[in-house]
């Protein structure tokens, strides 16, 4: 009939009573996607000497409510990450402090490649602003470079100095202060963000070099300052053998199967080749070499005389060594070091004339004035 009305359906009923089964006869789960592998259980964790972990209990779900929530305290637990400590030994940690400076140079350098990629690929604002960068750099490295050469000059006059006062025999004992407290301070950070993209390639390549050149003179006016203080009285001692030499070695001549010879003896006590006549008792008493030494010898003492005449095979008696001489037969090491190092730290920093056929090198001071030429005509109309 068509007046008859239809039955209404309680759908909020029929939706209460129908639940979805899920694998494993959980109601209200939903079901996994078909091709998907059920998920393998995993064994809970045994702490040693305290037995099974406690199990957290599973979430609960209402089960007629399939958008209901569950608590906080019942959410999963976030995996904490795991901190990873890294130990490192003296000696790489040595390498990196002495390789700071070669490696800030070098980032100095990818700095100006990194520039000049920029330069070539900007748009005209931000090549106007770099443009404006590499003027306040090359400002600001003028300052720095003519600071760094004052204090080039600084170490010039203090190595002159002391070379004038080894001449004279005496030990440059201020100069060795001053050598420890000058440092030139330029690096390869002085470089970083100074807009070296829109520099020529010849400032930066200068620049790079003076950089170098600084980190090489200032190590090796540590290496001279070391030598100057750990040898003082090995130096003290041969410049004071300059002005009132002092007899030190001497030799006995000895028979031997094949005839007599000569051996070499320290002497216990060095004495003066010439001295002063000294008044005694009123009386002056000219300055006489001594005539007995006492020689150790396998842990017993000896008394020999000195030689004066006759025949010297006989009771193994002391000749004296001319000290002039020593250095001819057996130079001092500490003086040769010395030397060498002075030698070098003057071809760092006043240059070094190349061999036949080849380029002289600039030394830090002539190559200071160059940088500083060359920053000077940047942003100059040209």
């Known amino acids: 009939m068509a007046d008859e009305k239809k039955p209404k359906i309680d759908l909020k009923a029929r939706l209460g009573k129908k639940t979805v089964a899920a694998p494993g006869g959980t109601p209200g789960a939903v079901p996994p996607p078909v091709g998907i592998p059920k998920p393998i259980g995993i064994p809970k964790p045994v702490m040693p000497g305290l037995g099974s972990a406690p199990e957290r209990s599973a979430p609960k779900l209402d089960a007629s409510d399939p958008y209901a929530a569950i608590e906080a305290d019942q959410a999963p637990a976030k995996a904490e990450p795991q901190a990873i400590k890294i130990e490192m030994s003296e000696e790489v940690v040595a390498a990196q402090k002495k390789g700071r400076a070669k490696v800030v140079i070098l980032a100095a350098a990818a700095a100006v490649v990194g520039g000049v990629l920029g330069y070539t690929i900007g748009t005209g604002s931000q090549k106007a602003t770099v443009a404006d960068v590499a003027l306040e750099g090359a400002k600001s490295l003028v300052t720095e470079v003519d600071t760094a050469n004052a204090e080039v000059e600084e170490l010039s006059e203090v190595l002159k100095a002391a070379g004038l006062k080894l001449s004279d025999n005496k030990f440059p004992a201020d100069e060795v202060s001053k050598l420890g407290a000058i440092r030139i301070g330029f690096d390869g950070s002085n470089l970083v963000g100074k807009g070296m993209g829109r520099f020529n390639a010849k400032t930066a390549?200068?620049?790079?070099?003076?950089?170098?050149?600084?980190?090489?003179a200032n190590d090796q006016k540590e290496s001279l300052a070391s030598i100057l203080s750990l040898s003082k009285k090995g130096i003290e001692d041969y410049l004071e053998q300059q002005s009132k030499p002092k007899v030190r070695w001497s030799v006995f001549v000895?028979?031997?199967?094949?005839?007599?010879?000569?051996?070499m003896q320290p002497l216990p006590k060095p004495f003066l080749i010439e001295e002063k006549e000294k008044e005694v008792d009123g009386k002056k008493v000219k300055y006489a070499w001594p005539k007995e030494f006492e020689i150790v010898d396998g842990g017993k003492k000896h008394k020999l005389k000195r030689y004066t005449g006759g025949d010297a095979t006989r009771d193994n008696k002391i000749i004296p060594v001319d000290p002039s001489t020593h250095g001819a037969v057996c130079p001092s090491s500490v003086l040769v070091s010395l030397k060498r190092e002075l030698r070098t730290m003057q071809e760092v920093l006043r240059g070094k004339k190349g061999d036949p056929g080849?380029?002289?090198?600039?030394?830090?001071?002539?190559?200071?004035?160059?940088?500083?030429?060359?920053?000077?005509?940047?942003?100059?109309?040209?």
């Open 205 to 216: 390549g200068l620049l790079l070099k003076y950089a170098s050149a600084v980190q090489a």
């Open 254 to 263: 000895s028979r031997h199967g094949n005839g007599p010879w000569a051996v």
């Open 358 to 382: 080849k380029e002289d090198q600039p030394g830090l001071v002539q190559l200071g004035a160059d940088v500083l030429e060359a920053l000077k005509e940047i942003g100059q109309p040209s």
